[in-house]
């Protein structure tokens, strides 16, 4: 399916949204709203709104929420082989047709410790539904791209530098204050 958008940060028919032939969607952006359906009967799962991380290693997008129609299983299983193997998990399952979506971690290595408790759907089973354009794109298609800090925390160390700076200054002038006062009387 094509989509029709011109100004989105998920711009279907832009190519310079695309990297790696990936589909590159900023976190947090109302606007950009994608939702997360299944692949095989279109029920929707969950929203990038509550997306918090994209691991290409897993091939996995982990949600803080999802939608009713994905059923967490009752017993704990083990990963047996790949990445995740020996870890403890609870699987996460279409309500409507049954596909076993993805996962939810109860035990992991430390590498993969923070996807714990989160609700991990593995984008070769979902479809991406982007709201504005009307659009399908096959999961494996989105990465989810999340803002550098980097830049933030560097703008706050200068404007700290920048406050004690000032706050010596006038604490300099009420000390000249001080003395000038003194020397009057
Ligand atoms: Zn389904």
């Given at each position: 399916m094509q989509g029709a958008c011109e100004e989105s940060t998920v711009g279907l028919e832009q190519t310079s949204d695309r990297s790696h032939g990936k589909l590159n969607v900023s976190w947090g952006r109302a606007e950009g709203c994608v939702l997360f359906l299944c692949?095989?009967?279109?029920s929707v799962l969950g929203?990038?709104?509550?997306?918090?991380?994209?691991e290409e290693s897993l091939g996995a997008i982990a949600c803080l929420r999802v939608t009713e129609d994905l059923n967490v299983g009752e017993s704990v299983l083990f990963v047996?082989?790949?990445?995740?193997?020996?870890c403890a998990y609870y699987s996460l399952v279409c309500?409507?047709?049954?596909?076993?979506i993805g996962f939810n971690l109860y035990s992991a290595p430390r590498a993969y410790a923070?996807?714990?408790g989160l609700f991990c759907l593995l984008k070769e089973h979902i479809l991406c539904y982007k709201l504005k354009c009307s659009s399908l794109v096959p999961g494996n298609e989105m990465h989810f791209e999340f803002p550098s800090l980097d830049e933030d925390i560097a703008q706050l160390k200068t404007q700290l530098v920048q406050l004690h700076l000032k706050m010596e200054l006038i604490s300099q002038q009420l000390l000249q204050q001080e003395k000038n006062t003194g020397a009057c009387l």
């Amino acid at each position: 399916m094509q989509g029709a958008c011109e100004e989105s940060t998920v711009g279907l028919e832009q190519t310079s949204d695309r990297s790696h032939g990936k589909l590159n969607v900023s976190w947090g952006r109302a606007e950009g709203c994608v939702l997360f359906l299944c692949n095989k009967c279109y029920s929707v799962l969950g929203d990038s709104l509550s997306v918090c991380g994209d691991e290409e290693s897993l091939g996995a997008i982990a949600c803080l929420r999802v939608t009713e129609d994905l059923n967490v299983g009752e017993s704990v299983l083990f990963v047996v082989e790949g990445n995740l193997k020996g870890c403890a998990y609870y699987s996460l399952v279409c309500r409507s047709c049954g596909t076993n979506i993805g996962f939810n971690l109860y035990s992991a290595p430390r590498a993969y410790a923070f996807l714990r408790g989160l609700f991990c759907l593995l984008k070769e089973h979902i479809l991406c539904y982007k709201l504005k354009c009307s659009s399908l794109v096959p999961g494996n298609e989105m990465h989810f791209e999340f803002p550098s800090l980097d830049e933030d925390i560097a703008q706050l160390k200068t404007q700290l530098v920048q406050l004690h700076l000032k706050m010596e200054l006038i604490s300099q002038q009420l000390l000249q204050q001080e003395k000038n006062t003194g020397a009057c009387l």
